[in-house]
């Protein structure tokens, strides 16, 4: 089996991100995007990835009612200074999913206080 090898790489995804890699790592990236830009972002993933890629999107996670003050005011930081950017709902990530042609097989909540949203095709 070959020993795996993490990649950390620089530039811009809405045009390319590295081919064949089994996990594609997003960390408080979709929040600073409406959801065009994220499902563009996810699709860019899913697209250069193999068939059975994983892409993970690390992000706060919006409820109902906010849970504590961060949550409310990332989600005002991010309408007041990002282009339609904003915290979703595991439902909202869900259907962007949908949109890239991606399933949420499941979202675990960290140690951060932040979830990981892990997507296949």
Known sequence: MPAERL????????????ANCDTYLFVN???DWGDDDAVRLLS???????????IVVVEGH???R???????????L?????????ERTEQ??????RRAGLRLDKTVPLA??????????
């Open 92 to 97: 909202q990530f869900e259907e962007l999913g």
């Open 44 to 54: 860019r993933a899913a697209a250069d990835g193999p068939t059975d890629t994983r």
């Open 7 to 18: 990649e950390i790489v620089g530039g811009d995804a809405f045009q390319q991100v590295p």
């Open 112 to 121: 951060s206080t932040d979830y990981a949203h892990i997507f296949t095709r």
């Open 66 to 76: 906010p849970a504590d003050d961060i949550s409310a005011r990332t989600d005002l």
């Open 62 to 64: 919006r409820t109902r």
């Open 29 to 31: 990236v979709l929040h």
């Open 78 to 86: 991010m309408l007041a200074l990002a282009p339609g950017g904003r």
